[in-house]
């Protein structure tokens, strides 16, 4: 089992800046996308951004320019910078991991328990 533990959401005025920090823990082999996911009332949870083991990035178009993925594969922690954040970006994010325990299992996704960013104008 793989274990996702989120850190650094909170409250924050429109224009300013947060990061995320997403570790993972437990039996791992290997992992292979890391990512983020956010979730606001009412909403169905979305795609923010993903990175690939090779550094390879995936942005929803919303937060291009804005929030940027990042990685240390040592550690197993994946980040994300968020810049200018806009109320529109208030959600519960989620950190995500497609991870192998055993060599000779297939992946499996697993989630962070998600972290609350509120943003006020």
């Known amino acids: 089992q793989v274990q996702l533990v989120e850190s650094g959401g909170g409250l924050v005025q429109a224009g300013g800046s947060l990061r995320l920090s997403c570790a993972a823990s437990g039996s791992i082999f290997s992992i292979n996308t890391m990512g983020w996911y956010r979730q606001a009332p009412g909403n169905q949870r979305e795609l923010v951004a993903t990175?690939?083991?090779?550094?390879?990035?995936n942005y929803a178009d919303s937060v291009k320019g804005r929030f940027t993925i990042s990685r240390d594969n040592a550690k197993n922690t994946t980040y994300l910078q968020m810049n200018s954040l806009k109320p529109e970006d208030t959600a519960v994010y989620y950190c995500t991991a497609l991870a192998t325990s055993v060599w000779y299992q297939p992946p499996t996704n697993y989630w962070g328990q998600g972290t609350q960013i509120t943003v006020s104008s």
């Open positions: 990175i690939t083991s090779r550094g390879n990035t």
